[in-house]
């Protein structure tokens, strides 16, 4: 059997005829249109596509993704060790190492179809879970097998003009956020200031909007946008070296919080809180989500294909370990219903992008045809 053939697809816009794939991100200052997947732990993988075009979301067929059983999932972090981990963050934040620091689990589970296409998955997910930053990247030769249902901004860019919209807060409804959320939003909205702030002009960077309230199905995130003017020179890589990883899923400060994560997570987050996304090199335009509500299908496993998905919270001091179990579980929960389900679930009103006021051309070039 042939491996399946790539493509990128970011909402109703289709990249295909695949011309060549780097790991140099000078190559997003270069041309031509790239799809972009930043693992967490860095490892880029940039593929660039000579076929781009406006196209709908590949329908979902009855039967054309065969997932796993839902009892079949299984976490790097149990109920026990999750907790347990929050409440060292705790410990640690009283000691002053941190201030907060994003707490993830990875789910995985034996794919029963060895032949199962990323892209059945990621028309399921639109379907059923539709999402501001829904994607599909799928480059089979360079184990890149991935569905996002991302409703996280990491970065946009119109020319100079760069943009983030980092999300802290998760809850049923507005009713369940609290003031420990809204003092996390806050503090990683910082965070990422101080992150843009390192390539953009001096004084450019500013909060046009603090903790809005955005819903998503099943839950209501707050969320924040920061923006700022790259400064003279500053391209893709310097961008990235200063961004990376997103600041909402990691903590404060960033450099405690990164060897914090690395002494309680037991498996590798892979492209789950990276960065995912499109850079299109001519116009000068691109975005990437953080790579949340995200499943990869690693096939690297000897007994065979795995399906994985990420699910994490932020800690704070004011955390309760019961309560950030239950955020991911939240997060978790209707995402792996349709990964392992008939992808029957309640079809919801469809979200489209927030609406940004970046530039005039961002709002025209984004997901249009070249």
């Not at 501001?132 to 409703?151: D, F, K, N, Q, T």
């Amino acid at each position: 059997m042939h491996p399946p053939t790539p493509l990128a697809r970011f909402g109703d816009l289709l990249a295909t005829g695949l011309r060549d794939v780097t790991c140099d991100p000078a190559a997003l200052d270069s041309s031509g249109f790239w799809a972009v997947v930043a693992d967490f732990d860095g490892a880029l993988v940039c593929a660039r596509f000579d076929d781009v075009r406006r196209a709908k979301a590949a329908p979902a067929r009855p039967g054309a993704w065969r997932g796993p059983r839902a009892d079949a999932w299984t976490s790097s972090l149990d109920h026990a060790a999750y907790t347990a981990g929050v409440r060292e963050i705790r410990a640690r934040i009283a000691r002053g190492e941190v201030y907060q620091a994003n707490l993830c689990r990875v789910l995985s589970a034996p794919l029963p179809d060895p032949a199962a296409d990323v892209d059945a998955l990621g028309a399921l997910l639109a379907r059923d879970n539709p999402a501001p930053y829904a994607c599909v990247v799928r480059l089979p030769a360079h184990g890149v097998e991935i569905a996002s249902a991302s409703p996280e901004l990491f970065l946009r860019r119109a020319g100079s003009v760069v943009e983030s919209g980092p999300i802290k807060g998760t809850g049923r409804t507005p009713d369940d956020l609290l003031e420990k959320d809204h003092a996390e939003n806050v503090m990683i909205v910082d965070l990422v200031r101080n992150d843009l702030g390192r390539a953009c002009t001096t004084g450019s960077v500013t909060v046009p909007e603090l903790c809005a309230v955005e819903r998503h199905p099943g839950l209501v995130h707050l969320v924040s946008t920061v923006r700022g003017e790259l400064a003279p020179g500053v391209g893709w890589p310097g961008l990235l070296a200063a961004s990376f990883p997103p600041g909402s899923v990691t903590g404060a400060p960033k450099s405690s919080a990164l060897r914090l994560i690395a002494a309680l997570e037991t498996a590798p987050r892979g492209p789950y809180c990276g960065g995912i996304g499109w850079v299109d090199a001519d116009r000068g335009t691109g975005r990437l989500a953080v790579g949340i509500r995200t499943f990869w299908i690693d096939r690297a496993e000897p007994a065979g294909p795995v399906v994985r998905f990420g699910t994490g919270a932020g800690i704070t001091w004011g955390s309760d370990p019961e309560r950030e179990w239950r955020e991911t579980e939240l997060k978790a929960a209707r995402l792996l219903a349709i990964a392992s389900g008939p992808g029957e679930a309640p079809v919801p009103e469809p979200v489209r992008p927030p609406e940004t006021a970046v530039t005039a051309e961002t709002a025209e070039s984004e997901g249009s045809p070249r």
